[in-house]
């Protein structure tokens, strides 16, 4: 029985000393990357430590030794710098998600992210590759979330489509279009999509029948649109994995929107109606597209 005793009150400060160990302090940032505004965040213990920086001109030699010694998993990289070298020393930076923000990036740099066959997480935010440049990420073997508010996106779905294991989708501004949206079809893994067509205002009832043959889609937002029922979220009904919808600053009558929550009453539905002034914006980008048709 002392013995039992024993090993309670033992086992007992064990896991008081595991609990109150403190989390392992993060690395200074390298003083070489101080003029790159070079900041490290997140926690060793899990694995998650992201290095963000600010690049106006190119990266030097130094600060390239430099970056690819650190324990980083996460690498958001903005400004001009970043550029098509830049995405060619990348592939020494073995990181499980990658931001490129207003980067100065080429096809020809772009070809590089075929060669990161670690990477998980892609965002591009305002950077401007030729749809073109989608071709590199065609059936690439480890990306799961790819997020894009330019052209590659606007017109490259198609390629970023056959990603087999693709899960989160964030389209936006241009990006968020019907024929993007109506390229994602029947994937067989996407669980989550973000759809923001800011802007341009390009997202209407067409995508719906799209968004309703996404097998595993279960988490799904629209904004800024002018939607109904009837000619496009219906659709949704066929979307058997869908649990919840957030329609954030969309257009829709409060008759078809109880049309939807009647036919889909276990769907988590949040709406936040469009305002006079976005309607306004968005009904003058319906009319421009109307007039440029053939």
């Not at 710098?81 to 930076?93: E, F, Q, T, Y």
């Not at 899960?167 to 390229?183: E, I, P, Q, Y």
Request: glycine share 4%; proline share 6%.
């Amino acid at each position: 029985m002392l013995r039992l005793l024993s090993y309670a009150i033992l086992l007992a400060s064990l896991t008081a000393c595991v609990q109150a160990a403190p989390p392992r302090k993060l690395p200074q940032a390298p003083e070489v990357l101080i003029p790159l505004n070079a900041r490290l965040s997140g926690r060793l213990e899990n694995k998650t430590v992201q290095l963000s920086l600010t690049a106006n001109e190119p990266i030097t030699e130094s600060q390239w030794t430099a970056i690819e010694g650190l324990p980083i998993q996460r690498l958001n990289l903005k400004g001009p710098g970043i550029n098509d070298v830049a995405m060619a020393r990348l592939k020494n930076v073995r990181v499980e998600s990658l931001v490129l923000e207003h980067a100065a990036i080429t096809e020809g740099g772009a070809a590089h992210l075929k060669e990161m066959t670690y990477l998980k997480n892609l965002s591009l935010i305002h950077t401007k590759l030729p749809p073109s440049a989608a071709s590199t990420l065609a059936f690439h073997p480890s990306l799961e979330s790819f997020s894009d508010d330019e052209k590659l996106g606007a017109e490259g779905m198609d390629q970023i489509a056959t990603i087999p294991n693709l899960k989160r989708v964030r389209l936006a501004h241009g990006a968020a279009n019907d024929n993007s949206v109506s390229a994602l079809a029947k994937h067989p893994a996407i669980e989550s999509l973000f759809l923001w067509p800011s802007g341009t205002y390009g997202l209407t009832n067409a995508a719906l029948p799209a968004l309703g043959s996404i097998p595993r889609l279960n988490d799904l937002t629209i904004t800024d649109s002018v939607l109904d029922f009837d000619g496009g979220l219906s659709h949704l009904i066929q979307a058997k994995s869908l649990t919840k919808l957030t329609l954030r600053d969309v257009a829709i009558t409060e008759e078809d929107l109880a049309k939807l929550k009647a036919a889909l009453p276990d769907l988590a539905i949040e709406h936040t109606p469009m305002s006079e002034e976005l309607r306004k914006k968005w009904d003058l980008a319906a009319e421009k597209r109307k007039r440029a048709r053939p």
